[in-house]
Structure formats: C-alpha cells, structure tokens
C-alpha cells in the first residue's frame, strides 16, 4: 500500500541542525510532489515547502528560506528535510505528505523537541 | 503570506449540518480552484476530506462537500455524527509552489 514512512523523534539543543527523512513506497516515486508541513503543540498546521522528486526542484515559504533544506535519494525513494539554526520554537511535529490532488498521503510524523 | 482565516469553534447537534468557512484574498481562495480541506482527531495525523474545492477521495462519506465564493471556501457536513468531531483545516494555492494553511476550526458534536 502506499506508505510515507517518516525517521524517529528528534532532541536538539538551540542552534543546532537536524535532518530528517521520509520514505516513500507503493507508488513510483517521481509521481509526485512532496510537502514538509509542521505542527506546533497545540497549534495549527504550518507549510513548509516542497520537494519534486522527479529533477529534485525545491521550493521554501519565505520563512523558511535559508534555513531548510529539502533533498532526495532517488535510490532508495526518500526524501530529506534539513533545518539548521534551531530554536524553541521549531518544536513541532514534521511530516512529510504527498500531493496527489490535496494532500493525499501522510507520513506519521516525526517529533522534534529544540531544549536546552 | 498571511493564514487563511478560520472561526476557532463551530458546534452542532447528530444529526444537524455544519458549514465551516475559511476567508483568503484574491492571490489564494480567489484566484484559484486548489482549496483542500483537512479533518484531524486529536493525537492523529491530518487526513484529506476534500480537494480542488469539491472534490471526494475515495472512502470520504458524501456527507462531507466543499464549495467557494470569491475569496471564501466552505465545507460542508450534513447528518453531523459523533466521531465528525475534530479539528478541521483549510489548505489554498497561493501561487509559485506556495500554500498557505488556515488557523483551524474546532468542530464540537454536541
């Protein structure tokens, strides 16, 4: 079945990076367009950006821009989010989802605690 | 680029019909026809209703329909059940690869 396959709960210090991966299965992979949408405690959903796995074009919200990096591994059907310069309040739940008309396919999310 | 705007609550009664709006501007609800809409339970992961404004994926009861007027987009669910309550968020194009996201509404079954 088709699956979004997300990397394990993340613990960083304020400032450092993380790099997260997605992957994908039981569709072929170029098909579609990837998003990374978060979601803060007990706040909404917020957009990130987009990956297309067919020629690897990326693009940011402006908010993001500079500090996200959105990569793939045609290999092994992944996609990666990097965010550098973390702060508090990057703490959010990451996933990763597939634009197939709407946002079709969830990946279960990824955890990511910024602490001291 | 700005939230799309949300009521923070909605309720209604088994049985009722609820419609939730979701306000933009003529670079997102209004110039385009990429309007989706999200339901998500607490502690679960977001899953699609609604997309291109009125359109069903499979395995979505018809109870649920989505429309748009100017810069306005509404989801819409007849014969209100219990397990309808959840949050909801509205998803728009807002042109250039961009998307931009509601603030939610909470949806109460009363």
């Known amino acids: 079945q088709v699956q979004l396959l997300q990397s394990g709960a993340e613990v960083k210090n304020p400032g450092a990076s993380v790099k997260l991966s997605c992957k994908a299965s039981?569709?072929?992979?170029?098909?579609?367009?990837l998003f990374w949408v978060r979601q803060a405690p007990g706040q909404g959903l917020e957009y990130v950006g987009v990956?297309?796995?067919?020629?690897?074009?990326?693009d940011y919200t402006h908010k993001f821009r500079g500090r996200v990096t959105m990569t793939r591994d045609m290999s092994t059907n992944t996609v990666y989010m990097e965010m550098s310069s973390l702060r508090p309040d990057d703490t959010a739940v990451y996933y990763c989802?597939?634009?197939?008309?709407?946002?079709?396919?969830w990946g279960q999310g990824t955890t990511v605690t910024v602490s001291s | 680029q700005s939230a799309l705007t949300q009521p923070r609550s909605v309720s209604g009664s088994p049985g009722q019909s609820v419609t939730l709006s979701c306000t933009g501007t003529?670079?997102?609800?209004?110039?385009?026809?990429?309007v989706s809409w999200y339901q998500q339970h607490p502690g679960k992961v977001p899953k699609l209703m609604i997309f291109?404004?009125?359109k069903r994926p499979s395995g979505v009861p018809d109870r649920f329909s989505g429309s748009k007027s100017g810069n306005t987009a509404s989801l819409t669910i007849s014969g209100l059940q219990a397990e309808d309550e959840a949050d909801y968020y509205c998803?728009?194009?807002?042109?250039?690869?961009?998307?931009?996201f509601g603030g939610g509404t909470k949806l109460t079954v009363l």
């Open positions: 989802t597939r634009n197939g008309g709407g946002m079709d396919v």
């Open positions: 039981g569709y072929t992979f170029i098909t579609y367009k």
């Open positions: 990956i297309n796995p067919d020629g690897g074009f990326t």
């Open positions: 003529s670079s997102d609800i209004g110039g385009y026809n990429y």
């Open positions: 291109d404004v009125n």
């Open positions: 998803c728009s194009f807002a042109g250039s690869y961009l998307l931009v």
